[in-house]
Structures are given as structure tokens and as C-alpha cells.
């Protein structure tokens, strides 16, 4: 079992629907991160957080440190928005700065 | 944040020759990595560089396949060495952030296809 566990592994979408991705994580973390990664490979990133919510346009992600949960949010979903979504977590055994990934979520938003 | 970018960004070469990707900070960091994604998978470490000393590689990769340089804080380029098809993926690299390792910038990748 992989220590970050992302889903959906694929999920499609009309635009304007609300959607949510999830990622759970089995150990300890100092950071959870959000990335983005379009068709081209390069990758941004679109959070970090360690607790709470984050906000940044029509993106939201939340992380409850209890559950070992999170999710991130896309509202008012675009087709701009296609591009596969990757959690990421930063361990409390952190050796040099090291990420666990979760395999991704390729979303597709259709117009 | 920082800005990093790759050269090349993509390329498509032969069996049993070798690419050196660059890549290029615009701010000084402490510490490069460089990742390996293939096709559908998701990231996987190949190596950490620290500027001053050899790179710290993980199980399953090796020197003499992807050698690595550090020679300044911000500036790294990695060889893959005597490539065959299976090398075929997306190569990116990433910096830790100022403020510490929990933060991590991301370079755009190079495509790379091996026939």
C-alpha cells in the first residue's frame, strides 16, 4: 500500500461542475502539497499546507491533520482546468527535503 | 518561489547515446533533486544534489547512468548515459525553497524519447 493514496485516478468532468480530489496519507507529515502537472510535464505547485484551508482563485484545499486527509477543490470547473492533479507529502522522517507521491488524478473537463 | 528552467525541454534520440539535460535556478538553493516520471506513473527520485558534493542517489539508480554535476547554487545538469527505450519519460528537477524543505519549486521537464 502506498503511503499517499490519491482519488479518483481519473475523473471527468462538465464545465462549471464542482470538483473535489482527494488524498490520504498513512504517515506523518510536516506539509502536504498540491501540484499540477499539464500535458506538456511541467509541473506547479499550487499548494503547501500543514493545516486548515488555503484559498487561490477557484481553488481550494483543506487538510484535516486528524484523518489524514485532504482535499483539494476545484469550483466553476474550466477546460483550462484538465491536467493531471498530484498530492504530494512531506514526511516528519524527512531525509533532505524528500516528497511521497500519490500517483495522481488525470482530471478531463469537458466544455 | 523560485524560477527553474530545462534545456532541453524535449528531445528524441537514439539507442546507446547519452543527453545532458541543464537545469537553471534564478535564485541560489541548497538543495536539487531530479526526478524520473514514466509514461503514467507518477514521480520517482532519482537523485539529490547538493552543490559542493556528490550526489546522493536513490535505490535502483546509479552514477555511472545518470551522472550528475552541481557545480554552483544554481545550476545542475544530469546524463542519461547509454540510453535504451525503457529511459523514455519525463525528467524534471526541483529545488527546496528558502524557507526550508518543505517547500518545492518544479522545473517544465524534458520529454525524452528513446527509439
Known amino acids: 500500500k502506498n503511503e499517499v493514496e490519491q482519488s479518483p485516478q481519473n475523473l471527468t468532468a462538465q464545465e462549471g461542475e464542482f470538483i473535489t480530489i482527494n488524498c490520504s496519507y498513512s504517515?506523518?507529515?510536516?506539509?502536504l502539497h498540491w501540484l499540477q502537472q499539464h500535458p506538456g510535464g511541467g509541473i506547479v505547485s499550487l499548494f503547501m499546507?500543514?493545516?486548515g484551508k488555503k484559498k487561490h482563485g477557484r481553488l481550494i484545499a483543506t487538510i484535516n491533520i486528524q484523518e489524514k486527509h485532504s482535499s483539494l477543490h476545484i469550483t466553476a470547473s474550466h477546460p483550462r482546468d484538465s491536467a493531471v492533479y498530484i498530492c504530494?507529502?512531506?514526511?516528519?522522517?524527512?531525509?533532505?527535503?524528500?516528497?511521497?507521491f500519490g500517483q495522481g488524478t488525470e482530471l478531463s473537463v469537458k466544455p | 518561489s523560485a524560477v527553474i528552467s530545462q534545456k532541453p525541454s524535449r528531445d528524441i534520440c537514439q539507442r546507446g547515446t547519452s543527453l545532458t539535460i541543464q537545469c537553471q535556478v534564478d535564485?541560489?538553493?541548497?538543495?536539487m533533486f531530479w526526478y524520473r516520471q514514466q509514461p503514467g506513473q507518477s514521480l520517482t527520485l532519482i537523485a539529490t544534489?547538493?552543490?559542493?558534493?556528490?550526489?546522493?542517489?536513490e535505490s535502483g539508480f546509479v552514477i555511472d547512468k545518470f551522472p550528475i554535476s552541481r557545480p554552483n547554487l544554481t545550476f545542475s545538469t544530469l546524463t542519461v548515459s547509454n540510453m535504451s527505450p525503457e529511459d523514455s519519460s519525463i525528467y524534471l528537477c526541483?529545488?527546496?525553497?528558502?524557507?526550508?524543505?518543505?517547500?518545492?519549486?518544479f522545473g517544465p521537464g524534458t520529454r525524452l524519447t528513446v527509439l
Open positions: 526541483s529545488v527546496d525553497g528558502l524557507a526550508g524543505y518543505d517547500e518545492q519549486f
Open positions: 504517515v506523518g507529515i510536516s506539509a
Open positions: 499546507l500543514s493545516s
Open positions: 504530494a507529502a512531506t514526511p516528519l522522517y524527512n531525509q533532505g527535503g524528500k516528497l511521497i
Open positions: 535564485s541560489q538553493v541548497t538543495m
Open positions: 544534489a547538493n552543490q559542493g558534493s556528490e550526489a546522493t542517489y
